[in-house]
């Protein structure tokens, strides 16, 4: 945690043209589009920030139906053969001047947390994460170390349950 930052919902007093990560698509997300996405609720854009409105990271989340080809039969047991409701974990950056203080892990829980809280209202089985394939293996690494398990059909994409991470709060 740092000294004077919270969670907040992106806001107009935000930095976000001098947030910057090692993705260039990310940035200009932030920069370019976050704000219109949250605005008309295609996304909620989460920032880890200061009060005066510096930004060390963000995420995005929003709703998802997961299709059902491809997937392995432990997460399709019990089910109806319907797509299956789940949260969107759709972007993910850290500011390179914060990198290595642990943020990566502070703000995974938070949008965690924050995917857990509306469960409770919407249904949503799981947290859904694609790890682009211009993302460093480090990435992956790191989704997997935190509980996230890929498809086999599709490596890139990776699933962890919402029921477990109830259980981890």
Do not use: W
Not at 58 to 81: M, Q, V
């Amino acid at each position: 945690m740092l000294e004077g930052f919270e969670l907040q919902l992106l806001a107009p007093h935000h930095q976000r043209a001098q947030f910057q990560s090692q993705a260039d698509s990310l940035n200009d997300f932030l920069r370019k589009y976050a704000k219109n996405q949250h605005k008309n609720s295609t996304t909620r854009v989460y920032v880890y920030a200061h009060r005066e409105g510096e930004i060390a990271g963000f995420f995005t989340l929003s709703a998802h139906l997961l299709e059902l080809s491809g997937l392995p039969d432990s997460i399709l047991k019990g089910r109806p053969r319907l797509p299956i409701p789940t949260t969107l974990l759709g972007r993910f950056a850290i500011d390179q001047r914060y990198e290595g203080k642990g943020l990566g892990r502070t703000l995974l829980s938070y949008a965690l947390r924050e995917a857990h809280k509306a469960a409770q209202i919407v249904a949503s089985a799981f947290v859904v994460v694609d790890v682009s394939e211009d993302a460093s293996e480090h990435a992956a690494e790191f989704y997997r170390k935190c509980g996230f398990v890929a498809l086999p059909s599709n490596p890139q994409r990776m699933l962890l349950s919402l029921n477990d991470v109830g259980r981890s709060l």
